[in-house]
């Protein structure tokens, strides 16, 4: 059922080296590839089979779902739409992600366009990785999104990460949080050679007592560009932070615009950004324990990363 290829793409975005225990759906080349639900977890298909909706009920504690999709098929550019309805007090993880693999001249892309309806009292964890590998010189896309909307009292943390290897990517996130709901977004984004990548990002502070934070951590290599995008807008009493950190390399080009929208006399809205390069003493200190230069550089880039 899986070849190697497969297996390959599965470990490096979803941590999988055999099929997951619990609820799962695995996508491969636009089609539904095997799928498994639990007692508290239920998986359906969308009638045109272009997505799923994922049910979980009320109270489900340490559980989670694995959702990745994975692509070897050249020319094929695959849009799922998924839907997520999180019931009231439960805790969960949703794994998702998408591997390209490229072995030709064709490009091969993947749109996820995800949807989260996050129940009072509940929490979520949704961890999404990207990555593109193969010979062929195809242009590799993903264009990830997400919506989430976060009722009373809800939480949802989000570790969004590009690896490497995707040629273009658009990432948009929105959300809107209710009363006293928590949302942790943070985005880790790794380019090189002539690689682009663009992250559009409005947060909606709408309920009193909702608090948000995004962290965005950007590695710019070679000829890539990466631009950064983020909108806190506050309806309410509430708290936000924008952090966003790049490191450029070589000839990278950055644009970084954290935006705040006070529209609330009470609310209190942060935001600090850096641009730069890697500091030469963290150099001299790794290289003077024995690292070579590339090995200085490649543990510095993966500890910002983490």
């Known amino acids: 059922m899986l070849d190697a290829i497969d297996r ?112 009072k009292g509940a929490k979520v964890r949704y961890v999404e990785k990207h990555y593109a590998a193969g010979p062929g010189r195809g242009k590799r896309i993903l264009n990830p999104a997400t919506k989430v909307f976060l009722a009373e009292g809800a939480q949802a943390e989000m570790e969004l990460t590009q690896i490497g290897g995707v040629d273009e990517a658009e990432r948009t996130n929105e959300a809107v949080l209710g009363p006293k709901s928590l949302l942790v977004v943070t985005e880790r984004v790794l380019t090189e050679g002539t690689q682009r990548a663009v992250s559009r990002n409005v947060l909606t502070l709408s309920g009193p007592g909702s608090r948000a934070n995004m962290v965005s951590r950007s590695v710019i290599k070679g000829d890539s560009v990466q631009n950064f995008y983020a909108t806190l807008e506050a309806l309410a009493p509430c708290r936000g ?54 090995e200085a550089v490649n543990r510095i880039i993966q500890g910002f990363l983490r």
């Not at 794994?95 to 993947?110: K, S, T, V």
């Not at 500091?279 to 690292?291: E, P």
């Open 241 to 294: 932070h924008i952090e966003c950190d790049a490191i450029i390399m070589d000839r990278g080009k950055n644009e970084t615009l954290p935006s705040l929208k006070a529209l609330h006399p009470d609310a209190e809205l942060t935001h600090e950004a850096s641009i730069g390069k890697i500091a030469s003493d963290q150099l001299t200190k790794l290289m003077s324990l024995g690292l070579t230069y590339e």
């Open 8 to 119: 390959e793409l599965l470990k490096t975005v979803a941590d999988l080296e055999e099929l997951p225990k619990g609820a799962y759906n695995i996508r491969k080349n636009g089609r539904l590839l095997v799928r498994n639900v639990s007692a508290n977890i239920d998986i359906e298909s969308l009638e045109d089979n272009k997505g799923i909706v994922v049910t979980i009920k009320p109270k489900t504690v340490n559980e989670s779902v694995h959702i990745p999709v994975i692509l070897s098929q050249a020319g094929l550019y695959d849009t799922v739409f998924n839907r997520f309805v999180i019931g009231d007090e439960a805790d969960v993880t949703i794994i998702a992600g998408c591997g390209i693999h490229c072995g030709g001249l064709d490009p091969e892309g993947h749109a996820g366009i995800h949807e989260f309806h996050v129940g």
